[in-house]
Protein backbone atom coordinates (compact mmCIF):
# COMPACT_ATOMS: atom_id res chain seq x y z
CA UNK A 1 0.00 0.00 0.00
CA UNK A 2 1.24 3.46 -0.84
CA UNK A 3 0.12 6.61 1.13
CA UNK A 4 0.32 10.17 -0.13
CA UNK A 5 0.95 13.04 2.44
CA UNK A 6 0.61 16.39 2.07
CA UNK A 7 0.25 19.55 4.49
CA UNK A 8 -0.59 23.35 4.65
CA UNK A 9 -2.29 23.82 1.32
CA UNK A 10 -3.78 26.60 3.04
CA UNK A 11 -6.49 26.75 0.39
CA UNK A 12 -8.52 29.96 0.07
CA UNK A 13 -5.26 31.81 0.03
CA UNK A 14 -3.56 33.16 -3.50
CA UNK A 15 -0.21 31.13 -2.55
CA UNK A 16 -1.95 27.51 -2.29
CA UNK A 17 -0.28 25.96 -5.48
CA UNK A 18 -3.16 22.97 -5.63
CA UNK A 19 -5.48 25.57 -5.96
CA UNK A 20 -4.97 25.13 -9.72
CA UNK A 21 -6.08 22.22 -11.58
CA UNK A 22 -3.04 22.31 -14.02
CA UNK A 23 -0.91 21.34 -10.64
CA UNK A 24 -3.00 19.13 -9.15
CA UNK A 25 -2.17 17.17 -12.35
CA UNK A 26 0.73 17.57 -12.22
CA UNK A 27 0.96 16.35 -8.46
CA UNK A 28 -0.93 13.08 -9.38
CA UNK A 29 0.98 12.60 -12.91
CA UNK A 30 3.81 12.55 -10.28
CA UNK A 31 2.56 10.24 -7.69
CA UNK A 32 2.17 7.54 -10.39
CA UNK A 33 5.90 7.70 -11.66
CA UNK A 34 7.43 7.75 -8.33
CA UNK A 35 4.97 5.74 -6.26
CA UNK A 36 5.29 2.80 -8.53
CA UNK A 37 1.99 3.41 -10.39
CA UNK A 38 -0.60 3.33 -7.70
CA UNK A 39 -1.81 5.38 -4.49
CA UNK A 40 -4.29 3.48 -2.18
CA UNK A 41 -4.48 6.39 0.78
CA UNK A 42 -4.22 10.20 1.07
CA UNK A 43 -3.30 11.77 4.46
CA UNK A 44 -4.10 15.49 4.91
CA UNK A 45 -2.03 16.76 6.99
CA UNK A 46 -3.30 20.00 8.49
CA UNK A 47 -4.04 23.52 7.34
CA UNK A 48 -5.65 22.20 4.62
CA UNK A 49 -8.10 24.90 4.28
CA UNK A 50 -7.42 28.27 5.31
CA UNK A 51 -10.30 29.62 7.52
CA UNK A 52 -8.23 32.31 9.42
CA UNK A 53 -7.57 34.77 6.27
CA UNK A 54 -10.41 34.02 3.98
CA UNK A 55 -14.07 33.07 4.28
CA UNK A 56 -14.97 29.37 4.50
CA UNK A 57 -16.71 28.70 1.74
CA UNK A 58 -13.69 30.75 -0.73
CA UNK A 59 -11.14 28.10 0.99
CA UNK A 60 -13.85 24.99 0.44
CA UNK A 61 -13.91 26.33 -3.09
CA UNK A 62 -10.27 26.48 -3.97
CA UNK A 63 -9.91 23.02 -2.64
CA UNK A 64 -12.37 21.22 -5.16
CA UNK A 65 -9.30 20.43 -7.98
CA UNK A 66 -7.96 18.50 -5.74
CA UNK A 67 -11.29 17.14 -4.19
CA UNK A 68 -12.92 16.32 -7.09
CA UNK A 69 -9.71 14.48 -8.33
CA UNK A 70 -9.19 12.25 -5.44
CA UNK A 71 -12.60 11.49 -5.39
CA UNK A 72 -12.29 10.37 -9.32
CA UNK A 73 -9.35 8.00 -8.86
CA UNK A 74 -11.45 6.56 -5.51
CA UNK A 75 -8.48 7.79 -2.91
CA UNK A 76 -8.97 6.60 0.82
CA UNK A 77 -8.57 10.30 2.25
CA UNK A 78 -7.58 10.51 5.70
CA UNK A 79 -7.89 14.30 7.23
CA UNK A 80 -5.61 15.20 10.05
CA UNK A 81 -7.02 18.58 11.30
CA UNK A 82 -4.54 21.73 11.75
CA UNK A 83 -4.94 24.80 13.88
CA UNK A 84 -5.76 26.89 10.56
CA UNK A 85 -8.61 24.52 9.92
CA UNK A 86 -9.35 23.98 13.44
CA UNK A 87 -12.86 25.44 13.03
CA UNK A 88 -14.12 22.05 11.66
CA UNK A 89 -13.15 20.61 15.10
CA UNK A 90 -15.37 22.96 16.92
CA UNK A 91 -17.91 22.19 14.74
CA UNK A 92 -17.99 18.28 15.96
CA UNK A 93 -17.42 18.78 19.29
CA UNK A 94 -20.56 21.41 19.33
CA UNK A 95 -22.31 18.32 16.98
CA UNK A 96 -21.28 16.06 19.92
CA UNK A 97 -23.00 18.36 22.51
CA UNK A 98 -26.26 18.93 20.66
CA UNK A 99 -26.46 15.05 20.67
CA UNK A 100 -25.92 14.63 24.39
CA UNK A 101 -28.10 17.38 25.26
CA UNK A 102 -31.06 15.80 23.14
CA UNK A 103 -30.62 12.85 25.48
CA UNK A 104 -30.17 15.31 28.34
CA UNK A 105 -26.67 14.15 28.87
CA UNK A 106 -25.47 17.58 30.12
CA UNK A 107 -22.20 16.76 32.25
CA UNK A 108 -18.45 18.30 30.86
CA UNK A 109 -16.89 15.58 28.75
CA UNK A 110 -13.05 16.11 27.52
CA UNK A 111 -12.51 13.77 24.32
CA UNK A 112 -8.55 13.75 23.98
CA UNK A 113 -8.98 12.55 20.61
CA UNK A 114 -11.73 12.67 17.58
CA UNK A 115 -12.69 10.55 14.56
CA UNK A 116 -15.45 11.25 12.69
CA UNK A 117 -16.56 11.46 9.00
CA UNK A 118 -17.40 14.32 6.50
CA UNK A 119 -18.51 14.96 2.62
CA UNK A 120 -16.66 17.68 0.67
CA UNK A 121 -17.57 17.99 -3.14
CA UNK A 122 -18.77 14.00 -2.59
CA UNK A 123 -15.60 13.05 -1.19
CA UNK A 124 -16.02 10.97 2.29
CA UNK A 125 -13.29 12.11 4.65
CA UNK A 126 -12.16 10.61 7.32
CA UNK A 127 -11.64 13.00 10.09
CA UNK A 128 -9.34 12.95 12.99
CA UNK A 129 -7.99 15.11 15.39
CA UNK A 130 -5.13 15.45 16.95
CA UNK A 131 -3.55 12.40 15.71
CA UNK A 132 -3.53 9.39 13.74
CA UNK A 133 -1.57 6.08 14.24
CA UNK A 134 -0.96 3.96 11.39
CA UNK A 135 1.48 0.74 10.96
CA UNK A 136 3.45 0.63 7.56
CA UNK A 137 5.52 -3.07 7.44
CA UNK A 138 6.65 -3.62 10.88
CA UNK A 139 6.60 0.22 11.80
CA UNK A 140 4.15 2.54 13.68
CA UNK A 141 3.46 5.93 12.42
CA UNK A 142 2.13 8.84 14.25
CA UNK A 143 0.97 11.75 12.28
CA UNK A 144 -0.17 15.02 13.44
CA UNK A 145 -0.50 18.50 12.35
CA UNK A 146 1.76 19.80 14.72
CA UNK A 147 0.80 23.22 16.46
CA UNK A 148 0.43 21.41 19.78
CA UNK A 149 4.33 21.04 20.26
CA UNK A 150 5.83 23.82 21.99
CA UNK A 151 5.53 27.14 20.79
CA UNK A 152 4.09 29.83 21.28
CA UNK A 153 1.30 28.57 23.15
CA UNK A 154 4.00 27.48 26.72
CA UNK A 155 3.95 31.01 28.04
CA UNK A 156 0.21 31.16 28.00
CA UNK A 157 -0.26 27.50 29.09
CA UNK A 158 2.13 28.22 32.19
CA UNK A 159 -0.09 31.33 33.00
CA UNK A 160 -3.06 29.19 32.83
CA UNK A 161 -1.61 26.65 35.45
CA UNK A 162 -0.45 28.97 37.77
CA UNK A 163 -3.78 31.17 37.72
CA UNK A 164 -5.40 27.39 38.48
CA UNK A 165 -3.19 26.92 41.04
CA UNK A 166 -3.70 30.12 42.68
CA UNK A 167 -7.57 29.42 42.79
CA UNK A 168 -7.21 25.87 44.22
CA UNK A 169 -8.44 24.43 41.29
CA UNK A 170 -7.38 21.58 38.88
CA UNK A 171 -5.16 21.65 36.05
CA UNK A 172 -6.55 19.19 33.61
CA UNK A 173 -5.52 18.16 29.81
CA UNK A 174 -7.95 20.02 28.27
CA UNK A 175 -6.86 23.18 29.34
CA UNK A 176 -4.44 23.71 26.37
CA UNK A 177 -7.12 22.44 23.96
CA UNK A 178 -9.28 25.52 25.18
CA UNK A 179 -7.23 28.17 25.24
CA UNK A 180 -6.17 27.39 21.65
CA UNK A 181 -9.38 27.14 20.59
CA UNK A 182 -10.58 30.51 21.90
CA UNK A 183 -8.04 32.32 20.28
CA UNK A 184 -8.13 29.98 16.67
CA UNK A 185 -12.03 30.50 16.80
CA UNK A 186 -11.54 34.87 17.56
CA UNK A 187 -9.05 34.75 14.01
CA UNK A 188 -11.67 32.57 12.63
CA UNK A 189 -14.44 34.68 13.21
CA UNK A 190 -12.67 37.62 12.30
CA UNK A 191 -11.99 36.34 8.70
CA UNK A 192 -14.92 37.39 6.85
CA UNK A 193 -13.89 41.05 7.86
CA UNK A 194 -11.04 42.34 5.80
CA UNK A 195 -10.05 45.14 7.70
CA UNK A 196 -9.19 42.54 10.91
CA UNK A 197 -7.01 40.33 8.84
CA UNK A 198 -4.89 42.87 7.61
CA UNK A 199 -4.60 44.17 11.26
CA UNK A 200 -3.99 41.00 12.67
CA UNK A 201 -1.53 40.02 9.59
CA UNK A 202 0.41 43.24 10.57
CA UNK A 203 0.59 42.18 14.62
CA UNK A 204 1.83 38.57 12.92
CA UNK A 205 4.62 40.07 11.25
CA UNK A 206 5.54 42.60 13.83
CA UNK A 207 5.65 39.95 16.62
CA UNK A 208 7.60 37.51 14.35
CA UNK A 209 9.93 40.47 13.66
CA UNK A 210 10.73 40.66 17.73
CA UNK A 211 11.03 37.58 18.08
CA UNK A 212 13.82 37.64 15.64
CA UNK A 213 15.68 40.23 17.40
CA UNK A 214 15.31 38.42 20.88
CA UNK A 215 16.45 35.13 20.11
CA UNK A 216 18.75 35.91 17.13
CA UNK A 217 17.59 35.20 13.08
CA UNK A 218 19.83 31.60 13.15
CA UNK A 219 18.39 30.43 16.56
CA UNK A 220 15.23 31.28 15.37
CA UNK A 221 15.94 29.23 11.75
CA UNK A 222 17.39 26.30 13.94
CA UNK A 223 14.19 25.93 16.34
CA UNK A 224 12.22 26.02 13.71
CA UNK A 225 13.78 22.93 11.95
CA UNK A 226 12.84 19.24 12.84
CA UNK A 227 16.22 18.93 14.62
CA UNK A 228 15.37 22.04 16.54
CA UNK A 229 11.53 20.89 17.31
CA UNK A 230 13.10 17.08 18.29
CA UNK A 231 12.73 17.89 22.01
CA UNK A 232 9.74 19.44 21.57
CA UNK A 233 8.12 15.86 19.94
CA UNK A 234 9.27 13.16 22.63
CA UNK A 235 7.78 15.82 25.16
CA UNK A 236 4.45 15.25 23.19
CA UNK A 237 4.64 11.66 22.64
CA UNK A 238 5.33 11.26 26.23
CA UNK A 239 2.65 13.34 27.70
CA UNK A 240 -0.06 12.06 25.12
CA UNK A 241 1.10 8.90 26.57
CA UNK A 242 1.33 7.81 23.09
CA UNK A 243 3.38 4.77 23.68
CA UNK A 244 6.45 3.77 21.29
CA UNK A 245 6.32 5.67 18.17
CA UNK A 246 9.38 4.66 14.86
CA UNK A 247 8.55 7.55 12.88
CA UNK A 248 6.73 10.99 13.74
CA UNK A 249 5.14 13.12 10.49
CA UNK A 250 4.08 15.80 11.19
CA UNK A 251 3.83 19.97 9.24
CA UNK A 252 2.75 23.43 10.28
CA UNK A 253 6.49 25.51 10.25
CA UNK A 254 6.49 24.62 6.37
CA UNK A 255 9.91 23.48 7.11
CA UNK A 256 9.92 20.35 5.19
CA UNK A 257 13.26 18.02 7.35
CA UNK A 258 14.00 15.33 8.77
CA UNK A 259 15.87 14.34 12.29
CA UNK A 260 16.68 11.09 13.96
CA UNK A 261 18.51 10.78 17.48
CA UNK A 262 19.79 7.22 18.57
CA UNK A 263 17.12 5.66 20.59
CA UNK A 264 14.36 7.97 19.44
CA UNK A 265 12.07 7.84 16.51
CA UNK A 266 12.43 9.28 13.07
CA UNK A 267 10.78 12.86 12.85
CA UNK A 268 9.69 13.84 9.56
CA UNK A 269 8.63 17.61 8.23
CA UNK A 270 6.00 17.29 5.18
CA UNK A 271 6.80 20.89 4.68
CA UNK A 272 4.07 22.81 2.64
CA UNK A 273 2.13 23.17 -0.78
CA UNK A 274 2.15 27.01 -0.68
CA UNK A 275 4.16 28.86 -3.45
CA UNK A 276 5.12 31.65 -0.58
CA UNK A 277 8.65 32.03 0.73
CA UNK A 278 8.18 33.72 3.64
CA UNK A 279 10.19 36.89 4.58
CA UNK A 280 13.69 37.50 5.48
CA UNK A 281 15.98 35.08 5.81
CA UNK A 282 13.66 32.15 6.48
CA UNK A 283 14.17 29.42 4.24
CA UNK A 284 11.68 27.46 3.09
CA UNK A 285 11.09 25.03 0.46
CA UNK A 286 7.71 25.05 -1.60
CA UNK A 287 5.55 22.34 -2.97
CA UNK A 288 6.50 18.99 -0.79
CA UNK A 289 4.93 15.95 -0.33
CA UNK A 290 5.47 12.29 0.87
CA UNK A 291 5.27 9.18 -1.01
CA UNK A 292 5.52 6.28 1.67
CA UNK A 293 5.08 2.52 0.73
CA UNK A 294 6.39 -0.79 2.88
CA UNK A 295 10.20 -0.37 1.15
CA UNK A 296 10.52 3.04 2.58
CA UNK A 297 9.58 7.15 2.70
CA UNK A 298 10.54 9.70 0.05
CA UNK A 299 10.10 13.48 0.39
CA UNK A 300 9.67 15.06 -3.24
CA UNK A 301 9.32 18.40 -4.17
CA UNK A 302 6.76 19.26 -7.12
CA UNK A 303 8.06 19.13 -10.60
CA UNK A 304 11.95 17.49 -9.71
CA UNK A 305 13.34 14.23 -10.19
CA UNK A 306 15.29 13.73 -7.57
CA UNK A 307 13.80 13.10 -4.13
CA UNK A 308 14.55 16.01 -1.81
CA UNK A 309 15.62 12.90 1.20
CA UNK A 310 15.01 9.21 0.90
CA UNK A 311 14.53 6.79 3.76
CA UNK A 312 14.61 3.26 3.41
CA UNK A 313 12.79 2.30 6.83
CA UNK A 314 12.18 -0.88 5.98
Known sequence: MASLIISDTHFGLDSSTLRKPAKVDQLMQEISEFGGGCCDEVVLLGDIFDFWRVRPENAVRASIPLL?????????????????????????????FMERAARGDLYPIYIPSLCWRLTFCGLDIEMLYPTYRARCGNRTFLFTHGHHLDGVQTFTLQLVEKLRRLSGEEFLPADLEMMMTYAYESIYRSACIGEMVFFEDSIWKASSLLQRFAVGIFSHQRMASVEGQYGAILKFIRDHNIGKIDCFIYGDTHRVGIFQREGGPLAVNTGCFTCEQGNGPRLETANTYILMDEGGMAIRQLGRKKPLYLCELF
Open 68 to 96: KRLSRDNLKIRYVVGNHDHHLVVQKQESE
